[in-house]
């Protein structure tokens, strides 16, 4: 992969967050059906994967099927499962050559069968791999998940292991899905819209937040570059002051 000079491999994120957005749409343009649209947002996926591993990127979550996705036409629904099922057991042989390791966040249980035990098997036979960290938010919603947090917390309250005063950020980091992950310092939106969408909702608070109108489909190596030049253009400050953040 030839890298753009300007991006500088010293300052790349640890921790990427996409929502991927905008196959629907895409797909309408070219007349085609919604689902011909996520087929080609999964050859996206592919090609970001190992984007995002060539520039050492430490972890790379994308949010493939939220809660609410569930909502949708079954036969879509169906399509979508079907899509992430033959991508797992296609890429497992890839992930395992790359030392790419897959984790998920979200209610899997939700899953069909079939599919939970794909993903499970994949997530097992990669668990020792260490180049990057493909976490898949699968049945995953923000706000479920601080719920969840908060009734695992009250629980250990009541119970008398822990105590009110302990609880701080990082009780609260620890009874998330992503307790064992840093904080994304990038969250990319594609597709046009400007909004979170229930996605990591506490974990992004200071995640630098880059929107572009390209369709999923669209966004590619070249695509992907860019928004990284984008994080390395901006200051970081988590609330100090300009002149705090360079005598540091």
């Not at 180049?131 to 008398?160: F, P």
């Not at 992950?181 to 937040?209: K, M």
Request: aromatic share 8%; hydrophobic share 40%; net charge negative.
């Amino acid at each position: 992969m030839l890298l753009p000079d300007a991006i500088d491999l010293k300052r790349i994120p640890r921790h990427v967050a996409i929502i991927m957005d905008g196959n629907g749409r895409w797909a309408k343009r070219q007349g085609r059906p919604r689902l011909y649209g996520h087929k080609v947002g999964v050859e996206t996926v592919q090609q970001i994967v190992e984007c995002a591993r060539d520039l050492g990127v430490e972890v790379l979550t994308l949010y493939a099927f939220s809660t609410e996705n569930w909502k949708r036409p079954a036969d879509e629904v169906g399509g979508l499962m079907g899509l992430l099922k033959t991508y797992l057991l296609k890429e497992l042989a890839k992930m395992l050559k790359n030392s790419i390791r897959l984790t998920c966040i979200g209610d899997i249980a939700r899953l069909p069968k079939d599919v939970r035990q794909v993903l499970e098997d994949t997530m097992e036979k990669t668990a020792s791999n260490d180049k990057l960290t493909l976490n898949l938010a699968l049945s995953y919603g923000g706000r479920s998940e601080l719920i969840q947090a908060v009734q695992h917390i009250a629980t250990e309250v009541r119970d008398g292991s822990l105590q009110i005063d302990a609880i701080d950020e990082k009780v609260i980091d620890s009874h998330l899905y992503t307790a064992e992950l840093p904080d994304p310092d990038l969250l990319i939106r594609t597709g046009g819209e400007a909004r979170l969408s229930n996605f990591l909702l506490w974990q992004a608070s200071y995640a630098e937040i880059y929107f572009t109108d390209t369709m999923w489909p669209d966004f590619r190596e070249e695509a992907f570059h860019s928004a990284i030049l984008e994080f390395q253009g901006r200051e970081r400050r988590f609330g100090k002051t300009s002149a705090q953040v360079v005598s540091e």
